[in-house]
C-alpha cells in the first residue's frame, strides 16, 4: 500500500480514498503504526492518530495488539415481513394480525379538510394529549414530548443527535433487525449484551459500561426476537448500574407497550443526563400508521426537534388525525383488551401445544413471537419445516457478538388446529436430533 502524507488528516484522506476506490477492501490488515511512520518519515503519533480518525469514522477497526484492519463494508440486513406469494404458512413476518387493526375506512372521516401548512403545530393537540397521558405514569419526572415516525425512526434520530461514526453502543443480543440495521449504517459500534428470560444480562452490561460505550438501547418488555422482559429485580439492578454512568445516553424502546402483558419497569436513573422512552403505534394500529411518541429530557428534544426541522418538520398531520381519532374512540380501551388476550392466548396456545410434544419453553413470553432456543445452528431445521410448509425464522438473523441459535415463530394469525401442528411437526425434527434444544433455558 502507497502513500504519500505527512500529517494525520493526509494519512486519513489517502486510507479513506482507497478504501472507498476498492483499492483497500474490508479485512484489510493496515501497515503496523512503527512500520508506516517509518514508511513516511513521521512521528508515530501521527499515525496513531491518523488511524484512530479511521477507527472513529467507521472506515477500519482497532484489534487491540493484532492491529488495525479495514472494517466491513455495510451489509444488508434482514427485514422483518416476508412477501406476499409465498407458498408456505407465514409465520416469520413479525407482523401483527391484520384484523385485529383498525379498519382504516371508519378513520377516514377524521381527517381535516383543511390542509396544514408549514409553521403549525408540530403535534395536534389532541394527540399530544392521548401521548402525555399514555407516558405520564411511567415517567418518575418531567419530561418534553415528541413525534416520529415509529421506533425505528425515533432510535435513529435520537442516536445521530447524540453519537458520531464509530462510537460504541450497548445493545441487546440477540437483537431487533431494525436495530442491528440502524447501527450498522450508522457506522457505529455494536456491543452486544446477552438477554436472558429477565432481560439484559447486568455483569455483561456492566462490562459495556465499563469498556466505554455512549448508549444503551433497552427492550422493556416484548424483547424482539425473544418474547422476553425486563423483571422488576433486574430493571432495579440495570438502574442502579447506569446510576454510575449518567453520561451515557439511555434510549429505552418500549414498542408492545399497551399490547404487553407485562408491567413496565422503569430502567432510567434520576441522575441520567439524555435519554428517551419511545412508544410505538405501529403494534396495535399497524405499520402504515406507525408513529412514535418520545418523551425525553429537554436538551435531547431540542437535538431531536432540529433534526427533524431539518427534514419534514413533522410527522404527517393526516396520520395524525387517524391515529388520533383511533386512540380517542370509545371503543379503543375494548381493542386494545382483545388484542393483548388474543396474542396472549396464541403465545400461550403454542408453547403449551410444545411442552406437550416434549419441548418445554419459558413460560415468560411476550410480544407477537415466541422464542425456541437452540444448542447449535438452525437452518437445518428452517428447512425442515419449510418442506412440511411453515416458514419460520432462524435466529441467527438476530446474532451479533455471540452466536444466538434458536427459531422464532410469529403467532399472531395461528389458529388452534395450526398451533397443534406446528407442534407435532417441530418435534418430529427435534426427535432426530434431542442434543439441539436447550432444555436449560426453559
Given at each position: 500500500?502507497?502513500?504519500?502524507?505527512?500529517?494525520?488528516?493526509?494519512?486519513?484522506?489517502?486510507?479513506?480514498?482507497?478504501?472507498?476506490?476498492?483499492?483497500?477492501?474490508?479485512?484489510?490488515?493496515?501497515?503496523?503504526?512503527?512500520?508506516?511512520?517509518?514508511?513516511?518519515?513521521?512521528?508515530?503519533?501521527?499515525?496513531?492518530?491518523?488511524?484512530?480518525?479511521?477507527?472513529?469514522?467507521?472506515?477500519?477497526?482497532?484489534?487491540?495488539?493484532?492491529?488495525?484492519?479495514?472494517?466491513?463494508?455495510?451489509?444488508?440486513?434482514?427485514?422483518?415481513?416476508?412477501?406476499?406469494?409465498?407458498?408456505?404458512?407465514?409465520?416469520?413476518?413479525?407482523?401483527?394480525?391484520?384484523?385485529?387493526?383498525?379498519?382504516?375506512?371508519?378513520?377516514?372521516?377524521?381527517?381535516?379538510?383543511?390542509?396544514?401548512?408549514?409553521?403549525?403545530?408540530?403535534?395536534?393537540?389532541?394527540?399530544?394529549?392521548?401521548?402525555?397521558?399514555?407516558?405520564?405514569?411511567?415517567?418518575?419526572?418531567?419530561?418534553?414530548?415528541?413525534?416520529?415516525?415509529?421506533?425505528?425512526?425515533?432510535?435513529?434520530?435520537?442516536?445521530?443527535?447524540?453519537?458520531?461514526?464509530?462510537?460504541?453502543?450497548?445493545?441487546?443480543?440477540?437483537?431487533?433487525?431494525?436495530?442491528?440495521?440502524?447501527?450498522?449504517?450508522?457506522?457505529?459500534?455494536?456491543?452486544?449484551?446477552?438477554?436472558?428470560?429477565?432481560?439484559?444480562?447486568?455483569?455483561?452490561?456492566?462490562?459495556?459500561?465499563e469498556a466505554g460505550v455512549k448508549a444503551v438501547i433497552i427492550t422493556p418488555r416484548a424483547?424482539?426476537?425473544?418474547?422476553?422482559?425486563?423483571?422488576?429485580?433486574?430493571?432495579?439492578?440495570?438502574?442502579?448500574?447506569?446510576?454510575?454512568?449518567?453520561?451515557?445516553?439511555?434510549?429505552?424502546?418500549?414498542?408492545?407497550?399497551?399490547?404487553?402483558?407485562?408491567?413496565?419497569?422503569?430502567?432510567?436513573?434520576?441522575?441520567?443526563?439524555?435519554?428517551?422512552?419511545?412508544?410505538?403505534?405501529?403494534?396495535?394500529?399497524?405499520?402504515?400508521?406507525?408513529?412514535?411518541?418520545?418523551?425525553?429530557?429537554?436538551?435531547?428534544?431540542?437535538?431531536?426537534?432540529?433534526?427533524?426541522?431539518?427534514?419534514?418538520?413533522?410527522?404527517?398531520?393526516?396520520?395524525?388525525?387517524?391515529?388520533?381519532?383511533?386512540?380517542?374512540?370509545?371503543?379503543?380501551?375494548?381493542?386494545?383488551?382483545?388484542?393483548?388476550?388474543?396474542?396472549?392466548?396464541?403465545?400461550?396456545?403454542?408453547?403449551?401445544?410444545?411442552?406437550?410434544?416434549?419441548?418445554?419453553?419459558?413460560?415468560?413470553?411476550?410480544?407477537?413471537?415466541?422464542?425456541?432456543?437452540?444448542?447449535?445452528?438452525?437452518?437445518?431445521?428452517?428447512?425442515?419445516?419449510?418442506?412440511?410448509?411453515?416458514?419460520?425464522?432462524?435466529?441467527?438473523?438476530?446474532?451479533?457478538?455471540?452466536?444466538?441459535?434458536?427459531?422464532?415463530?410469529?403467532?399472531?394469525?395461528?389458529?388452534?388446529?395450526?398451533?397443534?401442528?406446528?407442534?407435532?411437526?417441530?418435534?418430529?425434527?427435534?426427535?432426530?436430533?434431542?442434543?439441539?434444544?436447550?432444555?436449560?433455558?426453559?
Amino acid at each position: 500500500m502507497k502513500i504519500i502524507a505527512k500529517t494525520a488528516g493526509e494519512i486519513f484522506d489517502s486510507i479513506r480514498s482507497k478504501v472507498h476506490s476498492g483499492e483497500l477492501t474490508p479485512g484489510t490488515l493496515l501497515p503496523p503504526v512503527r512500520e508506516l511512520a517509518n514508511q513516511l518519515g513521521v512521528n508515530r503519533n501521527t499515525v496513531a492518530l491518523a488511524y484512530k480518525r479511521l477507527t472513529d469514522a467507521g472506515f477500519a477497526l482497532s484489534k487491540g495488539r493484532n492491529g488495525t484492519v479495514i472494517r466491513d463494508a455495510v451489509a444488508d440486513v434482514e427485514l422483518e415481513g416476508s412477501t406476499a406469494d409465498l407458498a408456505l404458512r407465514d409465520l416469520a413476518s413479525g407482523n401483527p394480525a391484520a384484523e385485529v387493526l383498525p379498519p382504516l375506512s371508519d378513520l377516514v372521516p377524521f381527517i381535516r379538510s383543511t390542509p396544514c401548512l408549514y409553521g403549525e403545530a408540530a403535534i395536534r393537540p389532541d394527540l399530544e394529549k392521548a401521548g402525555r397521558a399514555w407516558l405520564q405514569s411511567d415517567l418518575p419526572a418531567d419530561f418534553e414530548l415528541n413525534l416520529t415516525g415509529g421506533a425505528v425512526d425515533a432510535v435513529e434520530r435520537v442516536l445521530a443527535t447524540w453519537l458520531i461514526a464509530g462510537d460504541r453502543v450497548a445493545v441487546e443480543d440477540p437483537c431487533f433487525l431494525s436495530s442491528i440495521s440502524t447501527l450498522r449504517h450508522n457506522r457505529l459500534q455494536v456491543c452486544p449484551v446477552p438477554v436472558d428470560t429477565e432481560g439484559m444480562q447486568c455483569d455483561a452490561l456492566a462490562a459495556q459500561l465499563e469498556a466505554g460505550v455512549k448508549a444503551v438501547i433497552i427492550t422493556p418488555r416484548a424483547h424482539n426476537p425473544t418474547g422476553y422482559g425486563l423483571s422488576q429485580a433486574r430493571a432495579a439492578q440495570i438502574r442502579t448500574l447506569l446510576a454510575g454512568y449518567p453520561q451515557v445516553l439511555t434510549i429505552v424502546d418500549d414498542h408492545f407497550s399497551l399490547l404487553s402483558t407485562q408491567d413496565y419497569h422503569h430502567v432510567i436513573p434520576e441522575n441520567t443526563q439524555n435519554w428517551v422512552l419511545i412508544r410505538s403505534t405501529s403494534k396495535f394500529l399497524g405499520p402504515d400508521l406507525r408513529l412514535a411518541f418520545v418523551a425525553s429530557d429537554s436538551e435531547t428534544s431540542a437535538r431531536l426537534r432540529q433534526r427533524l426541522n431539518a427534514g419534514t418538520n413533522w410527522v404527517s398531520h393526516i396520520l395524525q388525525d387517524l391515529a388520533g381519532a383511533s386512540m380517542t374512540s370509545p371503543r379503543f380501551k375494548q381493542q386494545i383488551a382483545e388484542a393483548r388476550q388474543r396474542y396472549y392466548q396464541q403465545r400461550e396456545g403454542l408453547v403449551t401445544a410444545l411442552k406437550r410434544c416434549g419441548i418445554p419453553l419459558s413460560p415468560l413470553h411476550d410480544g407477537l413471537n415466541v422464542w425456541i432456543p437452540l444448542a447449535g445452528d438452525s437452518t437445518a431445521i428452517v428447512w425442515q419445516m419449510a418442506q412440511r410448509g411453515w416458514l419460520v425464522r432462524g435466529g441467527e438473523s438476530f446474532a451479533l457478538g455471540s452466536t444466538s441459535n434458536g427459531l422464532r415463530i410469529t403467532v399472531s394469525d395461528l389458529n388452534p388446529a395450526e398451533t397443534e401442528q406446528i407442534a407435532h411437526s417441530l418435534a418430529t425434527i427435534l426427535s432426530t436430533s434431542r442434543a439441539t434444544f436447550l432444555s436449560q433455558q426453559a
